[in-house]
């Protein structure tokens, strides 16, 4: 019996058998729960509805987070559904490739810092908003993604670093507003893997090299790991976790300076 068995999970946002989301979805099914999707838009749907047949299940529906309908849609698709909910995965993030270029000030934008953080991380308030009636004291749990580059300057990660580092605020403030419900928030800060998302970023490859020489286990981090991470935190043995960002990135966020 899987540590998940009995639960249903909601995952927002995968777009892609090599993501983050996908190490997730996979996890949580392998450990006995049952798993819903959603799609941006119709070009993804087909796509998105395979991923559901790999975990057995036929259930997905569409969420554009920048549409309040949309997000409104998602819990009362899952009532209808379901019924309740016991997992919510939040794994959304977005900011125009040009803010990703080069120094922090030259490239920000009053219109894509806006974006950044709408997408990012007002996102998972939102979903919280709509959701949290159908996990209210079932012990449900809401997760969500972040990086290092909340807490730490990373490379032409600029606008999506002040984004995450709100996500990151949001966990704790959501903690405290769903704790009293029996509703725990956390986040997973991951490291660098080769995804689609990630390959926003400029100078990706340098990165993954230099985390790899430099982290305490010498290598990177794989979505699968990620995955096992997210289903744990999302179990009953993570009863007692809340408003936690955990490091999943083989030690590299302990680093100072490497011995080389």
Known sequence: MGILNGKRALIVGIASNKSIAWGIAQAMAREGAEVALTYQNDRLKPRV??????????????????????????????ENRWGYLDIMVH???????????????????????????????????ALGQVLRPLMKGRNGSMLTLSYLGAVRTMPSYNVMGLAKASLESNVRYMAENLGPEGIRVNAISAGPIRTLAASGVKDLRKFLSYVENTAPLRRNVTTDEV???????CSDMASAVTGEITYVDCGFNIMGMADV
Do not use: M
């Open 49 to 78: 509805e395979d991923f559901a047949k790999q975990l057995g299940s036929d259930v997905t529906v569409q969420c554009d987070v920048a549409n309040d309908s949309e997000i409104q849609n998602v819990a009362n698709y899952v």
């Open 227 to 233: 995955g096992n991470v997210g289903a744990f935190l």
């Open 91 to 125: 794994s959304l993030a977005y900011a125009p490739r040009e803010e990703l270029q080069g120094n922090y000030l030259d490239s920000v934008t009053r219109e894509g810092f806006s974006i950044a953080h709408e997408i990012s991380s007002y996102s998972f308030a």
